[in-house]
């Protein structure tokens, strides 16, 4: 998988648009780009994959630029909830479906009221 | 659908004493499951991979003498942390595949946590 780069920590407040930009320059023609959320004493959860452009999900929207050297994850109007460390990942849908995956520091955001 | 659960979610235990984590798919087979450790603030670092019917791959680092892995079915891996001590103490994360049905996801167990004294 490649190497990706994120911001270890952000902070917010309620309400608020959230965007969390991961940096991955090695990326890989058959590459995919997919977020994780951890909260605090449980395991990651599958958030969003994109592969180029836009996608959207009833959780988040990922923005991908045409050279595909970062994304940015999107957090529309965050809540206290949203507090959690976020991981991004990349790599092929082979490897991030069946093969062990590689999390980087993640970003830690902290929402606050 | 697609979930894997643990358990137990949390144990303690007297430092030379042996633990067992089991990690389940409850609704799915799983031919690769993962097993990862987390130490507080930091990331997931994987420890093995366990594949159904054959002996665990583990990292570089990883002991497989101390941490004993079976996975004995499609739905069921065993982390066994034989003879603990506290250094241990960390967060324990399964995760499993669905192998050759496809997913652009794994799907992780809510976690274990040990704390050897």
């Known amino acids: 998988l490649a190497k990706t780069t994120q911001p270890i920590s952000m902070d917010s407040y309620e309400g608020q648009e959230v965007n969390i930009t991961c940096s991955h320059n090695?990326?890989?023609?058959?590459?995919?780009i997919t977020w994780y959320q951890q909260f605090p004493s449980q395991g990651p959860r599958f958030i969003i994959q994109?592969?180029?452009t836009k996608v959207t999900n009833e959780v988040a929207s990922l923005f991908i630029p045409a050279d595909r050297k970062s994304s940015t994850l999107s957090l529309p109007r965050v809540s206290l909830s949203d507090t959690a460390v976020y991981y991004c990942?990349?790599?092929?849908?082979?490897?991030?479906?069946?093969?062990?995956?590689?999390f980087g520091s993640g970003t830690r955001l902290q929402v606050q009221p | 659908g697609a979930v894997v659960s643990q358990h137990p979610s949390w144990v303690i235990c007297k430092s030379g004493t042996s633990v067992k984590i089991e990690c389940r798919s409850l609704?799915?087979?799983?031919?690769?499951m993962f097993w990862y450790r987390q130490f507080p603030k930091q990331s997931l670092m994987l420890m093995a991979t366990?594949?159904?019917?054959?002996?665990?791959?583990?990292e570089q680092g990883v002991e497989k003498d101390k941490f004993l892995i079976n996975h004995a079915s499609l739905t069921l891996s065993t982390l066994t942390v034989t003879s603990a001590h506290p250094e241990d103490s960390s967060f324990y994360i399964c995760?499993?595949?669905?192998?050759?049905?496809?997913?652009?996801?794994?799907?992780f167990g809510p976690g274990t946590r040990l704390t050897v004294t």
């Open positions: 995760s499993a595949s669905k192998g050759a049905v496809a997913s652009d996801e794994q799907y």
């Open positions: 090695n990326i890989a023609t058959n590459d995919y």
């Open positions: 994109g592969y180029k």
């Open positions: 990942l990349v790599g092929d849908k082979w490897d991030t479906g069946r093969r062990a995956l590689t």
């Open positions: 609704d799915f087979q799983a031919t690769t």
């Open positions: 366990s594949n159904e019917g054959s002996k665990a791959t583990y």
